[in-house]
Each structure stands twice: as structure tokens, then as C-alpha cells.
């Protein structure tokens, strides 16, 4: 009897500690470099939402400076391609 009590208890206790719970806590740190200057930001974060979250919204505002960016660089060479105005 007393076997069959310490296997249960053996199963129980493995039962604990795979179950565990996933924390997520701290910070992100997000730098953004423009030329000579540098900004860095510390995002806190309390779940695994936040992060992701967090990094989606770095990665769009990453991706419309780029384009914003591409647009500079396409008007400068239409512009620069034109033949000047005669008056």
C-alpha cells in the first residue's frame, strides 16, 4: 500500500512540475538612429502580446520610413532628369 502511495505521489509531483507557468516581464529596447543623433526607448513589457506588439509596430513604422524614404530618392531623379524650364 504504501508503494502504490509513493508512485501516485512520484506522478503528482511530475504533474507539478511540468506545469509550469510561462512569465513574461521586463523591457524592449527600441533605438532609432538618424544621422548623428539617437534615440533609444525602453517599452515595458508585462506579457508575450506586448512584445510582439511592440516589435510589429517598430517593424510598420520601420517600413513606412522606407518607403517614405524610396519616394524621396524616385521624386529627386524624376526631378532631376527634367529638362529645364526656358522663359
Request: glycine content about 4%; charged content about 20%; proline content about 5%.
Amino acid at each position: 500500500m504504501l508503494v502504490i502511495v509513493l508512485i501516485w505521489f512520484f506522478f503528482l509531483s511530475l504533474l507539478f512540475l511540468f506545469a509550469k507557468e510561462r512569465r513574461v516581464s521586463g523591457f524592449v529596447s527600441v533605438n532609432v538612429q538618424a544621422g548623428p543623433y539617437t534615440y533609444t526607448e525602453q517599452v515595458p513589457i508585462s506579457t508575450d502580446f506586448a512584445r510582439h506588439d511592440t516589435m510589429n509596430r517598430v517593424g510598420y513604422t520601420q517600413s513606412l520610413i522606407g518607403q517614405a524614404r524610396h519616394r524621396a530618392i524616385a521624386n529627386r531623379a524624376v526631378e532631376s532628369s527634367r529638362p529645364p524650364e526656358v522663359r
